[in-house]
């Protein structure tokens, strides 16, 4: 019987350390291929010498903490509304959801976003819009806040991967970009200090 008991801990302490590699392999795709997109000069919002001296982007290190799993609490009959941009003008979107988790012994929610002109395209109609806030933001982090990109959940429960939020394009070039502006609502009153980080070179 102890024997049977140290092989199945054995076996859960495998099966842990597996998913946490996996969890750890997913991070670094996504910053392996946000890297790859701002290089790409037909999907980069970069210009001129920003373009040019760009290498890779500055990231927190990797934490797993930041990685949560949260409940989703749909929004019934969600109504269509403009959504106003860092340019002044207004994007269509409706409310997904909210979303409840734990993180730094606080119990948290974030509200969820639909494109509804994404929502009429095959390839992102289960997209989900996730703009946040924290008190990074203006130091560590663009002043504006952070986006995350989601899938709608088969249940209840929803990944939140800290460690793959990344900055507006607005970030990088107020100019050319009009980016949704982060409502009250989605600040959160903690330091997220998960996935990408502010660096001056990006802001001349």
């Not at 392999?25 to 910053?31: L, P, T, V």
């Not at 000069?41 to 799993?69: M, Q």
């Not at 203006?138 to 929803?158: F, Q, R, S």
Request: net charge neutral; with cysteine.
């Amino acid at each position: 019987m102890k024997k049977l008991c140290l092989l199945f801990i054995l076996l859960s302490l495998c099966l842990s350390a597996q998913t946490e590699k996996d969890n750890i392999a997913a991070i670094k795709k996504f910053q392996k291929e946000l890297n790859a997109e701002y290089l790409n000069p037909k999907e980069t919002p970069l210009r001129g010498d920003n373009l040019k001296n760009f290498k890779k982007h500055p990231f927190f290190p990797i934490n797993l903490k930041y990685r949560v799993i949260a409940n989703v609490v749909k929004t019934e009959n969600p109504v269509p509304f403009e959504w106003p941009t860092s340019s002044g003008k207004f994007k269509q979107y409706r409310e997904y959801g909210k979303v409840r988790f734990e993180l730094d012994g606080q119990y948290l929610t974030l509200t969820l976003y639909q494109s509804l002109d994404l929502m009429k395209m095959d390839k992102y109609k289960d997209h989900l819009f996730l703009p946040f806030r924290d008190l990074t933001n203006g130091t560590d982090t663009y002043g504006g806040g952070k986006y995350m990109d989601l899938k709608i959940p088969a249940g209840n429960e929803i990944v939140l991967d800290f460690n793959q939020s990344y900055q507006p394009y607005c970030a990088y070039n107020a100019l050319d970009y009009n980016c949704p502006i982060v409502p009250e609502e989605n600040k959160l009153p903690i330091r997220i200090e998960a996935g990408v980080t502010y660096e001056d070179v990006y802001h001349h």
